[in-house]
């Protein structure tokens, strides 16, 4: 897999790494479907998953998924690609996410409501960040940047995880930009948990994050907790440097506290 990046952003494409030695350089419908194969692939609806081209009709994307199991995918468009992968590593809660959607729109009566907008904003920029260390995420909560990506790094490694969801932030990440920012739920867990094997850890994550949205948490599109992914160690090289995190235009100050 190529393109002006690389996937691997101080670890941030670790979800995906089962899968990255199995396709090509360039995003493949069919390498997606050879995967898909391998997988029963189901949405809530009991139908089978498929990546296919877009069809030229009049229904919508996520009606499309729930009636048929097809999920629209642009061929050679790294969006879908990813897209496509989040759906092999969280299929339960991409599947929550759709029925959701359509549960939603066969009620909307107007413009489009604030759940949606929600769901689509975690669906395209959704983080998982898991700690076995409280005083970690409350940092995160706190919007202590510098101390907790600087004055704390050396606990990261060890005590906590930031799990990519969003299809939107992987294709951000093959170019990392300043102020690339996700939304998070923040997941506090066990030392034990943390030294699962990963493919353990993201089933457990995925079955959690299913739950959540099945219960009708997460309806607030300002209800998510920004991680600014740049200041991550490891992820620029900028980040080495203590000065990098003066930066308060990247490392904002927060002004409200993010539901836990």
Known sequence: MSAAGSPSAGGLFAALSSLLG??????DPAALAVLAAARDLRNAAGRRIAFVAPPVDNLDYETRIW?????????????????????????LTKAVLNARHVEL?????????RERDALTHFDECGVIVVSCN?????????????????ERRSELSRELRCLVFGHATYEQLL??????????????????????????????????LAAEFSAGRHQAPRGWQPLPLLGLPGVTPASEHAAYYDDEWQFRPGRRRCPV
């Open 175 to 208: 170019r990392p930009f300043r102020g690339l920012t996700a939304k998070a739920v923040l997941h506090q867990v066990s030392p034990a948990w943390l030294e699962q094997p990963l493919a353990t850890q993201l089933a457990d994550v995925d079955r959690r």
């Open 22 to 27: 199995q396709v090509p350089a360039t995003p």
């Open 105 to 113: 729109l066969r009620r909307q009566v107007g413009p489009r409501c």
């Open 134 to 150: 409280p005083e970690l995420l409350e940092l995160v909560r706190g919007f202590q940047w510098r101390r907790l990506f600087w």
């Open 67 to 91: 009636l048929t199991g097809e999920v629209a995918t642009r061929p050679g468009n790294w969006h879908d690609f990813f897209n496509a992968l989040v759906w092999l590593v969280f299929p």
